[in-house]
């Protein structure tokens, strides 16, 4: 048996979908996108009487919820089968969206840079617990916000052979990046079978699709890459700050999102995501692991897996401002309730200050938290423990279990042993260690982690041909920035102190 959660009853699941259908077939959603909303005309739906909203009748809906697949499998950059996702599979990926980097030498928050985006890559390339990338925070500081989102794929891409969870940011986006993830198949068919990304479309409230978002869902699905439909639901501001009436506003959202795909593509994979928040009035602010936020997560989640359709959600992050006590928190019980959930692609470690902030050093520790967030969902099974009495007749024969056959045949499973970032050592010996803190063990683990990093070969056309493409999305002839050689990152990094030094 697997650990699980449940948190809405099927009834109450069944009154949401009711609601939600309701909602999209009398009140409908605003659809900016001008190609995508005369699309979904031309396939017979219609406006609402002021000619503003498209309207989703409930049997369509129904429709593109059969039509949606109910799993499917991320393929690495080489083509191998990497991640399936459906059922109560957990991957855990580092968050997306972050403007600014905690800098790991200085403690300051800054705009990152190419060699900031270099060096993240290939830290999380080797993170056993993060399953695979995102293009987790703009690259701000030296390259035009036009192609950033490509080329933030782009380093992905030459630094890591895992999967990615990206986005375009910009209405036209999405064609240039797919024309680069296809250049690792033999073409956009093989693309569409094996794909190399998800990419994220979000759905921007008040039952609102816009321009931007439009765009890019019509171009993943028509070039066969896997979209995750993320509703920015906040409690209270444009959702209602009860939680079955937040979970009806999420689900209309999305569903509306996974209608509009399937009428572009029958079969297209979609996630049904999100990244709720609550809106707290005294302070202004919407943290993402709010308590109310969480439950709304795990709630979503439980109408997606009423329909058997693969889930996403922004959990295993920390609204706080550092590696502390809080981050700890946050970070671990909701990547817990992520796990328990069973949400198939979780979003958030490494992110902190409501997803502005990108940490390594707290990559590296989310990494060991959503290790045992995956340790604990396990299957509990019998494993040569039943029946037991044998194991007690050694017990009292040796007065320990330390060198049983049993013991040693299951102890490295059974057991989970974090890495040298969690504290596991008796006080003599932490002492001995030089007393270490945890931002200290964090920062260690990046440095080993990052000298252990292999780098990965890309073939020579195919960089160029990726730099081409990114090359002519800029409105200046500005060149690309460099890409710093894995043992050249903490030299350029170094040099760049230096001269803010000088000013």
Known sequence: MRPSLSVVSPELITQILDEAKRILSEIGIEVRGPVLRQRLLDY???????????????????????????????????????????????????????????DRRTGETRLANTADFAEYVRLADGLEHIAYLATAFSTNDDIEAAVSDAWRLYLCLTNSHKPVVSGAFTERGVPRMAEMMRLFRQDQADLAARPLSIFTITATGNFRYGEDSCQNLLDCVEAGIPVEIVPVTLMGLIAPVTLVGATVFHTADVLAGLTMAQIVKPGAPVLFGGAPATFHMKAATSPMVAIEALHLDVAYTAVAKHLSLPTQAYMALSDGKFLDAQAGAETFGSALLAALAGINSVSGPGMLDYVLVFSLEKLVVD??????????????????????????????????????????????????????????MNRENWQKAGSPTLQERAKTAVTQRLAAYTPIQTDSKLDAEMRRLIRAGLKTNQPLPPVPKHHEVETAVTSRRRRRFRR
């Open 367 to 424: 990494n060991d938290l959503c290790g045992q967030a995956l340790h604990f969902v396990r299957e509990m099974k019998v494993q040569g423990d039943l029946p037991t009495v044998d194991l007690v007749r050694q017990l009292l024969a040796e007065e320990h279990l330390i060198t049983a056959e049993h013991t040693l045949a299951h102890w490295p499973r059974s057991l989970y042993l974090p890495g040298g970032v969690i504290d596991r």
């Open 44 to 102: 017979g739906l219609k406006l609402d009487a002021a000619g503003e909203r498209i309207l989703f009748p409930a049997d369509v809906v129904e429709w593109a919820i059969e039509a949606t697949p109910s799993s499917f499998t991320l393929y690495d950059r080489e083509g191998n089968p990497h991640a399936e996702l459906g059922g109560d599979s957990v991957h855990f990926v580092p968050g997306s969206s972050g403007l600014k980097v905690l």
